[in-house]
């Protein structure tokens, strides 16, 4: 891991990721950065003091990285309102209606009319009778819905 940090400007960057403006716990005053790749680092001092070469981070700088963890943590979108779900749902079922329409041709699954045809136009049915309600009336919960039959066809 590479981590950067300078408390004056609340910097910490770990893996060439930054943040700026950061607050953590603890820093001393005459720390002025502190770089650290993988197993060992330096901490820069703004007093004179020389530089010293560390092989543990010490807990100001595992604060400092926390406060890197909770800034890059991505923050989870807002649960969908009852509204968004209800919309959700009846373009769900608007959409497998129109996907379906083909199958309430008469002819589509009449061996008189059509060759190949729809053997099983009753499945269809049954499925659009099923997503139905839901585009006439949604829910404003989430509905599980019913799978789309596989067209099944013969010849004459």
Same mark, same amino acid.
């Given at each position: 891991?590479? =981590?950067?940090?300078?408390?004056?400007?609340?910097?910490?960057? !770990?893996?060439?990721?930054?943040?700026?403006? =950061?607050?953590? !716990?603890?820093? $001393?005053? +005459?720390?002025?950065?502190?770089?650290?790749?993988? &197993?060992?680092? +330096?901490? !820069?001092?703004?007093?004179?003091? *020389?530089?010293?070469?560390? &092989?543990? =981070?010490? #807990?100001?700088? =595992?604060?400092? !990285?926390?406060?890197?963890?909770?800034? @890059?943590? $991505?923050? *989870?979108?807002?649960?969908?309102?009852?509204?968004?779900?209800?919309?959700? +749902?009846? @373009? &769900?079922?608007?959409?497998?209606? +129109? #996907? /379906?329409?083909?199958?309430?041709?008469?002819?589509?699954?009449?061996?008189?009319?059509? @060759?190949?045809?729809?053997?099983?136009?009753?499945?269809?049915?049954?499925?659009?009778?099923?997503?139905?309600? /839901?585009?006439?009336?949604?829910?404003?919960? $989430?509905? &599980?819905?019913?799978?789309?039959?596989?067209?099944?066809?013969?010849?004459?």
């Amino acid at each position: 891991m590479k =981590l950067s940090i300078i408390p004056s400007d609340g910097a910490v960057c !770990e893996n060439e990721v930054c943040y700026i403006g =950061l607050t953590w !716990e603890a820093t $001393p005053l +005459n720390v002025h950065a502190l770089q650290w790749l993988d &197993t060992t680092g +330096n901490i !820069e001092y703004n007093d004179g003091k *020389p530089n010293e070469t560390i &092989t543990d =981070l010490p #807990q100001w700088a =595992l604060n400092a !990285e926390a406060a890197w963890t909770v800034a @890059n943590t $991505p923050v *989870p979108p807002p649960a969908p309102t009852p509204e968004q779900i209800q919309a959700t +749902n009846k @373009n &769900t079922a608007v959409s497998l209606l +129109n #996907q /379906t329409d083909w199958t309430t041709i008469a002819d589509v699954s009449d061996p008189a009319k059509s @060759n190949p045809y729809l053997t099983n136009a009753s499945e269809f049915l049954a499925f659009r009778n099923q997503v139905r309600p /839901t585009a006439i009336n949604p829910p404003t919960t $989430p509905v &599980t819905f019913p799978t789309v039959p596989t067209d099944t066809w013969a010849t004459i």
